[in-house]
């Protein structure tokens, strides 16, 4: 078949999001599928992910206006680049923004507009160049992945224009009913009745989870499949040997990934730390966050008097995050306890399930999807935001002795059915 991604995420983009579509582009094309990528244009970062694309071609398209400003924050984020500094340097006060261009940055962060996630967004005129790259070719299947959500715009361009004989939409997280981003009220009624449109003319809808099929089947009367993010065994075996954290003697929980205040919230936590202070020093414990808002954990720790609890290490080439989260004596996963946030399964679960070390869960509770799947594992525990049960859990770590937490065969079943090769396939099975 001749395949296209649209994916605006995609490697040398380190992200979890991006190795959802590299994924499907490496293993179809092994199985024998002529696969093109249409992504954005990416600008060098030095933890960008090194990874092959020499069996299927990738036509990347700049992004209008929007480069400028990526441009500009590549180039600050590397200049403000930690690794593993010193930790008991409290922010300091940054100079007064303009009040109305922080007002503008906190409506884009709360409603996600212009954010890669609600609309409008500057990725709405990429999609008008991308769809001239591709539009000259008959596609067998084109597979588009959201978010954004521009990157079904093509496929629908394409499926209406006669060039797609099959179109899947996919969507890593919901997006008229996003629990991160609420959008721009006003614009709602747009949003829904475009993704009418992407649904009414989709041959599949695939998402990351159970519950959140089930809210988008509510929907629409296209069929709905789970294709569940994961991990690739390939990725572990080139990893250096060489031990990430050299202090033995310190304890060392583990968070790689985004962090969002109230909802991808470490808070519980910090208190727990902030309760034991008198039972555990700063230098047997230490809590490293590696990926993007530090500075918002940054405030949240020095708020809670546990800064010099934790270590920084900001972006990481992708092969030292791994190497962090292999070596750890716990893993933290954060996730926001809500109504209708139940379905939510991000690929970095699926990463520290064949990481080794235990997982511990905030934010997460046996009843969400996350949830199950610790215990449905063996690989975990909920905590919820019980900081009682976090104080018992960091008392025992400290006695402890670090464990890699093997599970049960019969688990090992259940982890083995998310390498991300068996997902492509069986993506791919839906359609052939």
Sequence with gaps: MRILIVATFFPPQNSIASLRSYSWAKYWSRMGHGVTVLTTKKHPRESD??????????????????????????????????????????????????????????????????????????????AKNAIKKVKQIDWDLVVSTAGPYCAHRIGLALKKSGKARQWIVDWRDLWTDNHIFRGLFGLKWYEKYLEKQFHKYANLITTVSEPLAQILRAKTSTPVAVILNGFDPEDYTTLSQEPFFTTIETKHIVYTGSIYKGKRDPSPLFIAIQNLKDKISSTQLKVVFAGANVEQVKELAAEYEVLDYCDFAGFLPRQDALRMQRDADVLLFLEYEAPGVEGILTGKLFEYLFAGPEIIGVGVTPETSAGKLMLETQKGEAFGKDVQKLEVKLLSLMKSQRVQKEPAPEAMQVIKQFEREIQAKKMLGLVE
């Design 49 to 126: 992910m090194h990874m092959d694309t020499k069996n299927f071609q990738v036509i990347e398209v700049g992004v209008p206006v929007m480069d400028y400003f990526l441009e500009r924050k590549t180039q600050q984020l590397e200049q403000a680049k930690q690794v593993l500094v010193e930790p008991n340097q409290i922010p300091t006060q940054q100079a007064k923004e303009n009040p109305i261009k922080s007002f503008l940055k906190k409506i884009m962060q709360e409603t996600g507009i212009f954010n890669a996630c609600r609309f409008p967004d500057f990725h709405d005129l990429w």
